[in-house]
């Protein structure tokens, strides 16, 4: 640094020393725009130790304008006036710089000629900074101002202390919140003519401030709310749904400030309840649908009070099938969907949904009900309303149905359970023709109790845990013991006593059947061969059903079995029901022939309980019929049933058959049966159903007597 600026006295020395450690770079020039002096700062910006007698053309060649700023230098040295402040761009080794620049005149008194002081600030960072603050809000301004959402911003005038209790912060935020700036669409999501009116005002003089902020969510939300749905009603009486998330700002514990973004979702929500109302309703007739159906039921199961029930009843239209393929699936539409104003018209008063299945099926839900009568009469009313003629072309159609009724908490629990007993009802109700049934779990073919029974009694026939009962046959002329028919019976160790009515269809059902007869004919036989050899001489006669006469190679098993306990043929007797008989007639005569070429005894079990066998009896190898007891048992007091007995009895021995009566209750019954000259007897007038023990007993003390 020259003394030309700062002078030779000790204090020079000092200045000088100030001067070349600013951060500021600073050049002297004189006034024909020569480098007289230059700081420490100065030479290192320029990158050049020997600045002094350099021209600032010279210096300044990468500068933005250099021409420009070396004039300015110049003017400002010889008219005094100094210029401060300016903003000037240089590129250094290729990277932009940006320097706050002075050029202050300066008059040496000693010399007598002016010059210039140019100081030069660093401004890069800063002004790049500014640069992409500038960037940024532009960028933001653009994204809000082009968002499909609207932002908006409430401001405070001082900040909101975090530390106090919940109650006291809603009530500073409602006393103090100042609605802020939003962009233009907040005017069209909430229906006002200029959002500009609202800078400035309390939230709380907004009159849709509610709609806006929940300011006690807001702060029970740890300031925060997210898609919140508000539901914004419009003065045509129409609504506007919204969605709106709000964030507090926050600083050093402090609300400063609130965000929020609402979205106008009207049209979402106009389209997603009509895919709502699609998957839960009928297309066809605009009736709940299962989906809908099983929502209500759960939800009425849950509100039904404890002395309260709900019934869920299944409605299937009879012969539907026909009335699409004679008159069109056109005019059964119209008819499906007269099906539910119908209902409808018969179910006024009664808390109930009505609900489309699918195809002819229909459901009623039938809620706060007493008992299971009011379900009964109210279905038979639907049924009735269904049953009217329609009116189609010159044709009156008349449409019947079955229902089936399950009730909670009488029956099931849940839903699911609840529509598959009523639909097993409905299926029993069309079976019988009876219109309309409830529930009964005997009537379950596939009742959780009867999938265990399926089980249990599979491990009973392997385990060997069914017993065989006996009840004796007896010649009606004479009272001497015949035979005696084998019985099964099962006692669970669990369950108890299983009744045979409720095993043996089940048994029926599957190819346990099969198992079981195996077994009832196998220890059958054996008991036999153990009472020939005590000297009793005794036929025996077991059930067997329609699947045994159709498995394969039935009568060369019945064989075997007899040649193992080295039995003849004779000894054995198997009774057949007639609607066995006429399942696959064809097969169960050829194994019903076999059998009696065996020299196996045939019996016709429950004669005149099912279908017509007269036309077949002719061909059947059989030897005696067996009338059911419900003739028997009433045939004193019942004299159509006396007609019954007495006609069948003499058909069977015109046809050369022997008969065999059940049922016999008391001597009276059998004195009868002897004047009709029926061949045998069975009853519990003659013995009940024993185990082979007791039977022995009973066979050994009725001949000693």
């Not at 609207?150 to 209790?165: A, C, D, G, Y």
């Not at 009530?171 to 003519?193: H, S």
């Not at 907004?206 to 029970?220: G, R, Y």
């Not at 020939?532 to 025996?540: G, P, Q, T």
Request: aromatic share 8%; net charge negative; with cysteine.
């Amino acid at each position: 640094m020259t003394s030309d600026f700062l002078g030779d006295d000790p204090d020079s020395c000092y200045s000088q020393f100030l001067f070349d450690t600013l951060r500021t770079a600073v050049l002297y020039l004189d006034k024909w725009g020569r480098i007289r002096s230059a700081n420490d700062m100065a030479k290192k910006l320029f990158d050049d130790q020997y600045l002094t007698g350099k021209t600032a053309l010279e210096v300044f060649g990468n500068w933005d304008k250099p021409i420009q700023s070396y004039q300015e230098i110049l003017q400002v040295a010889r008219t005094g006036h100094s210029v401060t402040g300016l903003n000037e761009k240089i590129y250094i080794d290729g990277v932009e710089c940006w320097f706050q620049t002075d050029k202050i005149a300066v008059e040496n008194a000693s010399h007598g000629f002016r010059g210039v002081v140019y100081t030069l600030d660093d401004i890069s960072q800063l002004t790049q900074q500014k640069q992409s603050l500038s960037k940024s809000e532009a960028n933001y301004r653009a994204f809000i101002e082009n968002s499909d959402d609207t932002i908006w911003r409430v401001e405070f005038p001082s900040m909101i202390s975090l530390n106090q209790k919940p109650e006291i912060l809603v009530k500073l935020i409602r006393q103090q919140a100042v609605f802020g700036d939003c962009n233009d669409l907040f005017n069209k999501i909430y229906e006002i003519d200029d959002n500009q009116s609202l800078q400035g005002i309390q939230l709380q003089d907004i009159t849709f401030q509610d709609k806006l902020l929940n300011i006690e969510e807001f702060v029970s939300n740890k300031l925060r709310l997210c898609d919140k749905a508000v539901e914004f009603e419009l003065s045509n009486d129409e609504y506007k749904y919204l969605k709106t998330s709000v964030q507090g700002i926050v600083t050093d514990e402090a609300l400063v400030g609130i965000w929020g973004v609402t979205r106008d979702i009207t049209e979402l929500r106009w389209y997603t309840d009509r895919l709502e109302y699609q998957a839960t309703h009928d297309v066809l007739t605009g009736l709940p649908n299962r989906i809908q159906l099983q929502s209500l039921v759960e939800q009425s199961i849950v509100n039904c009070q404890k002395d309260k029930k709900v019934a869920l009843m299944i409605i299937d239209l009879d012969s539907f099938k026909e009335i699409n393929d004679t008159l069109g699936h056109d005019i059964g539409d119209y008819i499906i969907q007269e099906i539910g104003p119908r209902i409808k018209q018969q179910l006024l008063g009664a808390s109930s949904v009505i609900a489309r299945l699918g195809g002819d099926e229909f459901a009623i839900l039938l809620v706060d009900i007493n008992h299971q009568s009011q379900a009964e009469i109210v279905g038979k009313q639907v049924l009735n309303g269904i049953r009217k003629y329609f009116h189609i072309g010159n044709i009156d159609v008349e449409i019947r149905a079955s229902m089936g009724i399950s009730i909670y908490p009488d029956q099931a629990s849940d839903f699911s359970t609840l529509l598959r007993y009523a639909d097993v009802a409905m299926y029993c109700a069309k079976k019988d023709m009876i219109g309309l049934e409830v529930y009964d779990s005997e009537r379950d073919a596939h009742s959780p109790k009867r999938l265990s029974l399926i089980s249990e009694l599979g491990k009973a026939i392997r385990n060997n845990d069914l017993t065989l009962y006996f009840q004796p046959k007896v010649s009606v002329c004479n009272q001497n013991i015949v035979g005696v028919e084998a019985l099964a019976r099962w006692t669970h160790p669990v369950m108890g006593f299983i009744s045979p009515a409720e095993f043996v269809p089940i048994a029926e059902m599957t190819d346990l059947i099969n198992d079981m007869t195996d077994w009832v004919l196998d220890e059958s036989l054996r008991q036999v061969k153990v009472w020939r050899r005590k000297s009793l001489d005794i036929k025996i006669a077991v059930n067997i059903s329609a699947r045994n006469l159709l498995q394969e190679n039935f009568c060369e098993h019945v064989e075997c079995l007899l040649a193992d306990h080295d039995l003849p043929a004779s000894c054995l007797g198997l009774e057949i029901t007639e609607s066995t008989i006429m399942k696959n007639t064809e097969q169960t005569l050829l194994t019903l022939h076999k059998l009696n070429e065996v020299g196996v005894e045939l019996s016709i079990d429950d004669f005149g309980t099912g279908y017509s066998l007269l036309a077949y009896l002719k061909r059947l190898p059989v030897k005696w019929l067996k009338i059911d007891y419900s003739f028997i048992i009433n045939m004193l007091q019942d004299e159509q049933d006396q007609i019954i007995v007495n006609s069948t009895i003499n058909m069977a021995h015109n046809l050369g058959l022997q008969v065999i009566a059940e049922g016999v209750e008391n001597k009276k019954i059998m004195q009868c049966l002897g004047d009709m000259y029926c061949e045998q007897a069975q009853g519990f007038h003659i013995a009940r159903p024993m185990p082979a023990f007791d039977f022995e007993k009973w066979y050994l003390g009725r001949y000693s007597d």
